[in-house]
């Protein structure tokens, strides 16, 4: 199992053991300025090859790609809400919130954690990518993730999720998504760095007015150590489709362990015990 299991991780390319990794990189997703255009799925599918998907409108406004999955690495999604008109809020009605959704790319990754061939693993950037050559199909990896992320493709049986475009961001490039996105709703750099340009825009928009907006997945104390990939939302996390407070689901896979290992011991001793109590 993965450092992950054991407490905060630092250093996280470090402590998958990268001599002297880069600065871990991620995302950065400003919903308060998507316009909801799509581009971004569109250069994650055309740089990687995905499968088609999505041609048929779902009926949920007009996303038509439902979530993310093993074809759908990037979703935008289409929220409408209706909203009660205020004295000074001129039309009120409808409101549109649209947002990118991707991999976390999760500091405690629990795919990681539970992966029997090895087929996900912690690049030199510290972001989770999966091999589909190793992978068995087991699909461990579905049930562990928090977020819903990853997924099996129809047909193929393997795991497909987000890479952060690893071929890209090796050579220096950014990931296709954040390259295409005409208003930098996704922006792609050092972690540390992106952390404090979204405060500053938290900070921004609270002095603006936009008291709803917040940070989401930004937090190195929250339930996955914080993530690769975190938002800055409008509204509850629910409304997005996020869970408000996800936990690494491997967390008490130590404590499990050792309990199972305790009951194991006394069973044998108890055992033990009747036996020699027979002779």
């Known amino acids: 199992m993965s450092d992950s299991l054991y407490g905060p991780l630092h250093d996280v390319a470090e402590d998958a053991g990268y001599a ?42 007009y996303d038509n790609t439902g979530q993310l999955g093993a074809s759908t690495w990037r979703h935008v999604a289409f929220i409408e809400q209706s909203r009660p008109r205020e004295v000074g ?86 990931p296709a998504c954040a390259k295409a996105c005409p208003t930098d709703s996704i922006q792609y750099g050092p972690l540390d760095e992106l952390r404090e340009r979204a405060r500053a825009r938290l900070d921004e928009l609270h002095a603006e007015g936009v008291a709803e907006a917040r940070l989401y997945g930004e937090d190195e104390n929250d339930g996955v150590g914080g993530d690769g990939a975190f938002f800055l939302l409008l509204d509850e996390p629910e409304t997005y489709g996020l869970p408000p407070d996800p936990v690494v689901t491997t967390r008490d896979l130590p404590a499990m362990w050792k309990w199972a290992g305790g009951a194991a011991a006394a069973l044998a001793g108890c055992v033990a015990v009747s036996f020699l109590g027979r002779r």
């Not at 600065?23 to 990687?48: H, L, M, P, Y």
């Not at 061939?117 to 990896?141: K, M, P």
Request: with cysteine; hydrophobic share 35%; net charge negative.
């Open 20 to 61: 002297d990794p880069p600065a871990r990189a991620g995302f950065f997703t400003d919903t308060s300025v998507c316009i909801g255009c799509k581009a971004c799925e569109v250069a994650c599918k055309e740089w990687n090859a995905i499968p088609d998907d999505g041609f048929a409108l779902t009926g949920m406004s």
């Open 89 to 174: 809020d001129g039309d009120g009605g409808t409101r549109w919130l649209m947002a990118s959704d991707v991999c976390k790319h999760c500091t405690h990754a629990a795919c990681l954690d539970v992966c029997p061939t090895g087929a996900l693993f912690r690049t030199e950037f510290a972001t989770v990518v999966v091999q589909q050559d190793v992978c068995n199909g087991c699909a461990y990896c579905v049930s562990a993730c928090p977020y819903g992320v990853i997924d099996r493709r129809e047909g193929d049986g393997r795991a497909w999720k987000c890479t952060m475009c690893y071929d890209r961001i090796g050579d220096g490039m950014e």
